[in-house]
């Protein structure tokens, strides 16, 4: 008996990998990676998983030796790789937010703008992003590839740098400041042109984001349900958010009751209200996914 066909997945192996092996165990799917292992196992017998670093994924992912993967918008720009992006996964979950990468001299240095550059050394890891700005600015300067600790080169090593920053806790550590911003960047899941163009493998690749898309949405909503009065039903549905609550009889036909998703930061400030108001019996349920 012939092999059925395989979908080859990219995991990003580095700061991203912990929390899309999260996202993905929310979203259903079981994989493990073992030690010195470069090749995870998942629970589904369709999918074959490789470890790859995000800078080199679109790469790979563009001459067809994986179909799909997940990096960072980032890394698909530096290495400008013709791939397709099916979705932005950016979640309120360790490492899978927003990072801008960005153009920064030290504290007290008389670059107030970047043309003020001109003709500077600026170390950074993204030669490619970083020549694209400079054009785009209009000027030159003498770029320098940073092997790493890119934030301690200014004053010294380099004039400038442009680094990547998520909550700029390195730069005031270093007396940086920032003088321009070239992009922010998110997780993207990025597919093969020739893979999304292949009916079986487009459909599994769909089915999985729209359950990590569910799982992401879950992250940060919770399910509230209580027992109401119908006497005071109005009074309860005017303090719930936007959007239209689940109403259920119960045996008691003198009360109602009442679901609703809502943001988990609400809960604390919602529920007291809502018992004032003459809920009863009010229960918090988490949420492993919200598909619309």
């Known amino acids: 008996m012939s092999e059925g066909p395989k979908l ?3 995991l990003p192996k580095g700061s991203l990998q912990d929390t899309t092996i999260e996202v993905f165990r929310r979203a259903g799917y079981s994989i493990r990676v073992t030690s010195r292992s470069y090749y995870p196992s998942i629970d589904d017998p369709d999918i074959e998983c490789i470890l790859i670093r995000p800078q080199e994924m679109a790469r ?5 030796v994986m179909d799909c993967g997940i990096t960072g918008l980032d890394w698909v720009l530096e290495s400008g790789a013709d791939v397709q992006e099916l979705a932005d996964l ?12 960005i153009l920064a001299v030290k504290d ?7 043309k003020d550059l001109e003709g500077k050394r600026i170390a950074t890891e993204v030669m490619g992003l970083t020549k694209r700005y400079l054009a785009d600015q209009g000027f030159t300067a003498q770029l320098e590839f940073s ?17 990547v920053t998520e909550t700029g806790s390195s ?21 093969n042109h020739a893979a999304c163009e292949d009916p079986w493998k487009r459909a599994k690749m769909d089915r999985m984001l729209m359950l990590m898309r569910g799982a992401i949405a879950a992250t940060t909503r919770v399910g509230l349900s209580m027992n109401v009065p119908r006497e005071r039903l109005d009074a309860v549905l005017k303090l719930l958010p936007p959007g239209a609550p689940t109403l259920s009889p119960l045996a008691d036909e003198a ?3 009442v679901f609703v998703i ?3 930061v609400r809960v604390r400030e919602i529920v007291p209200s809502l018992h004032e108001a003459g809920a009863r019996v009010l229960i918090e349920t988490a949420l492993s996914k919200i598909i619309d």
């Open 262 to 264: 809502i943001d988990e």
């Open 8 to 10: 080859r997945l990219a």
């Open 147 to 163: 092997w790493g600790a890119t934030e301690v080169k200014p004053p010294i090593l380099a004039d400038a740098i442009v680094d």
């Open 90 to 101: 950016k979640a309120p979950l360790p490492n899978y937010g927003s990072v801008r990468w």
């Open 108 to 114: 007290h240095s008389p670059f107030q703008s970047p």
């Open 60 to 64: 790979y992912i563009e001459q067809g």
């Open 255 to 257: 009360w109602v009751d």
């Open 171 to 191: 730069l005031r550590a270093n007396q940086l400041r920032v003088i321009d911003t070239l992009l922010e960047s998110t997780p993207r899941f990025v597919a």
